[in-house]
């Protein structure tokens, strides 16, 4: 018989154990696994860790760039909706083969070059309502972690040095190698990307099938493009940085890796093969996005039928586009098109729309904060939709729901209802990250003295002005006197001063 003495109950709340954060309630659709599974994060109850492949700065920003930014910005907001804290790094490649070519032939500095466009890749991120990741480290900025992963891959025998001083990842040393993909090694041709394969780099393999961890400084590109190492001054290859910056950043191991799923083979297979070769346990979960296709093609630079984001966004309003490429599910392909963009342009003037009306309806009750939002209960079908793998097919089709219930109740000028059904409307969309008064869309939506800057109210009074001033010059160039002058009164009424001079018309508030 015990002698033990029980423990005494709780009766404080200091004596009480601290609650412990609920699980997710997701389930995704695992790469490796090739089935859908729970979600459990193992690292940290309560925080899910996430990698996502981020940009190689190399050119412009397209659509395609901004599936997968998107994708995972909705993956975030659901786990953050659903009570869980998101750590989310997304790298910034900015060393790479690609990079020194192309600012080669532009004649700019590599460096200048990667700057520029990871400028541009925030521009279309903010543009488009991605929100920022926790970290974004970049691989010019993880030199020495990169370094020491390959030391410690050359001591455990997974790697090796080549006579050029090329340092190569030995593929037949780890038994797992192709299991994310399910390949056999024997049946690979290379494990390189196109994109990285040169004589110089395959000059020293023993197996074709290795692929570059480390590649030696070349007489022909730039000296501040590589860095001194161990076994010889060069750069790191491709994969390198993201298993180095993952364990930086999340640990050794964490629970989901993402990206598009052509990173798949061979980046995210390389990446695993260093990590596990380095001992760490990395990604518990791989989520991978399916690409943007164009007339059945997917879209790539090589086919010539890119769509840089700026360019589409001269053409199109910012949420349109982002309501085009974020309600398709993730592994499904979205066919972008004009028929596509005229459907989501529609979809978003009815939804916006009824949310301004509802707000001029009921008042400042619908003008709610995004907190206020984000703790508003959903729909148990539009939770179940978004806990099945993301389903946003089920969830947008009860966004259609509510929307037709907040039509009919603003034709009937139900004021209460119609606050209560906008709410709700917010709410989902704000999961998708389309609320109409949220930021970054708050001010096209009800305008600029609802949140815009004073430089962006000018700068729309200033189109108006100007089209009005062109309006008036054409009529004096008629002869039109009357049609002048009363333009010009309605300029002066508006408290518009107009001054006519030799190089044009200028004005200026009164």
Request: net charge negative; aromatic share 6%.
């Amino acid at each position: 018989m015990s002698t033990d003495t029980p423990a005494p109950e709780a009766t404080n709340e200091e004596t009480r154990p601290a609650a412990q954060p609920a699980e997710p309630t997701l389930r995704l659709y695992d790469s490796a696994a090739r089935a859908v599974v729970p979600l459990a994060p193992t690292v940290t109850p309560g925080t899910v860790a996430i990698y996502l492949c981020g940009a190689t700065v190399q050119g412009s920003p397209h659509i395609g760039h901004m599936r997968s930014g998107i994708a995972f910005d909705v993956l975030r907001r659901w786990l953050e909706r659903s009570g869980q804290k998101v750590v989310l790094v997304r790298n910034v490649t900015d060393i790479d083969d690609k990079i020194l070519t192309k600012s080669a032939e532009a004649g700019w500095a590599w460096w200048a070059w990667a700057q520029r466009f990871e400028r541009e890749f925030d521009a279309a991120y903010r543009a488009l309502g991605v929100t920022a990741p926790t970290y974004e480290p970049h691989a010019t900025g993880q030199i020495p972690e990169m370094i020491a992963l390959v030391q410690r891959l050359l001591d455990a025998g997974h790697a090796y040095v080549g006579d050029a001083g090329n340092v190569y990842f030995d593929v037949r040393s780890l038994k797992d190698y192709g299991s994310l993909t399910n390949q056999r090694v024997d049946d690979l041709a290379t494990t390189e990307d196109e994109s990285q394969i040169d004589d110089d780099v395959e000059a020293d393999k023993r197996d074709p099938r290795d692929f570059a961890l480390w590649k030696a400084a070349k007489p022909t590109e730039p000296e501040d493009a590589s860095w001194d190492a161990p076994w010889g001054r060069g750069r790191p290859g491709w994969h390198l940085e993201c298993s180095a910056m993952s364990r930086r950043f999340l640990g050794e191991s964490f629970d989901i890796h993402g990206g598009g799923i052509d990173l798949r083979f061979p980046h995210h297979e390389n990446e695993q093969a260093q990590s596990h070769g380095a001992g760490w346990g990395f990604a518990q979960h791989w989520v991978h996005n399916a690409w943007v296709t164009i007339k059945g093609e997917k879209m790539s630079k090589s086919l010539g039928n890119s769509l840089v984001v700026a360019e589409l966004l001269k053409r199109y309003d910012a949420p349109v586009l982002r309501l085009a490429l974020g309600t398709v599910h993730h592994r499904s392909t979205v066919e972008f098109s004009e028929e596509t963009l005229a459907d989501a342009a529609g979809l978003w003037d009815r939804l916006s729309g009824a949310v301004t009306r509802a707000l001029e309806l009921a008042g400042g009750v619908v003008d709610a904060p995004s907190e206020e939002i984000r703790s508003r209960a959903l729909p148990e079908e539009y939770s179940s939709a978004m806990d099945d793998d993301l389903n946003l097919a089920g969830a947008v089709a009860v966004v259609h729901a509510t929307l037709k219930r907040l039509n009919t109740a603003l034709s009937a000028s139900d004021a209460s209802a119609s606050a209560e059904l906008a709410l709700d409307l917010r709410a989902q969309l704000d999961v998708l990250g389309l609320d109409p008064l949220a930021e970054p869309w708050r001010s096209r939506v009800i305008g600029a003295g609802a949140g815009a800057s004073d430089d962006a109210a000018l700068e729309a009074l200033d189109h108006l002005v100007s089209a009005l001033i062109d309006e008036r010059a054409q009529a004096r160039a008629a002869k039109d006197w009357a049609r002048a002058d009363a333009l010009r009164d309605q300029l002066t009424a508006a408290g518009v001063v107009v001054e006519d001079s030799a190089t044009g018309a200028r004005w200026h508030l009164a």
